[in-house]
């Protein structure tokens, strides 16, 4: 009976391990742990990797992880590497939630050279409670980027003009005073302007990984 199991299971594939963020792929499954220091719409909530795609700057290139889950907002996941790997959380935010944040004149200074905004946060949001510091401080000033709606954490992106191109963007950026959040900005060659709120946690913070295939 051993022989014969081994003869017609010979061929079988291994499960697909997955303890680690950086192996997520599309359709695998990610379950956020129960720290207080989530936010409420993260904290014990699963999500499901809907796509992966790749922000392309001058000397880096950072996958990004599209979550789905039961949150009205949308969330994505990237990595953030320092002295250890973190988890960069971000949502996505509207421009009236923006007005509540910030004074639109302060947060204009953005975009003025040579990039050294300071914004105060007005008081928080309901969409944005948990993802939010009292003061940011500009980091990033007109960086020119490249998004691609393409996994390439196997190859690089084509430096050849065409659809594999990629789509351009302005990116500004602030980071929080205490390091846990910061304020990134997108503004594409439309004129359309993205703003997402970010934080970063420990990689700890996914307490549960299920392989989609």
Excluded at 9 to 25: A, F, G, V
Excluded at 68 to 79: F, M, P, R, T, V
Excluded at 136 to 150: D, E
């Amino acid at each position: 009976m051993s022989f014969f199991k081994k003869l017609f299971n010979k061929d079988s594939i291994e499960p697909r391990q997955l303890n680690q963020p950086k192996d997520l792929m599309i359709k695998d499954i990610i379950i956020f742990s129960d720290s207080f220091a989530l936010p409420e719409n993260l904290r014990n909530k699963q999500f499901q990797v809907a796509n992966i795609n790749t922000h392309e700057f001058e000397h880096k290139q950072i996958t990004e992880w599209q979550l789905d889950g039961s949150a009205e907002q949308q969330i994505y996941l990237s990595l953030e590497q320092g002295q250890q790997q973190y988890l960069k959380l971000t949502m996505k935010v509207s421009d009236s939630c923006v007005e509540g944040l910030f004074n639109l004149d302060e947060f204009s200074e953005v975009f003025e050279a040579p990039g050294n905004a300071l914004l105060n946060r007005l008081c928080e949001t309901s969409q944005t409670a948990g993802w939010t510091s009292e003061q940011y401080q500009q980091t990033a000033f007109a960086q020119m980027g490249y998004f691609h709606r393409k996994d390439h954490r196997l190859n690089k992106p084509s430096e050849f003009e065409g659809e594999d191109s990629g789509e351009a963007f302005e990116f500004y950026s602030l980071r929080g005073v205490d390091d846990q959040y910061s304020v990134d900005i997108q503004i594409w060659q439309d004129g359309d302007t993205d703003v997402f709120v970010n934080l970063y946690r420990p990689t700890s913070d996914i307490k549960e990984y299920y392989p989609g295939s």
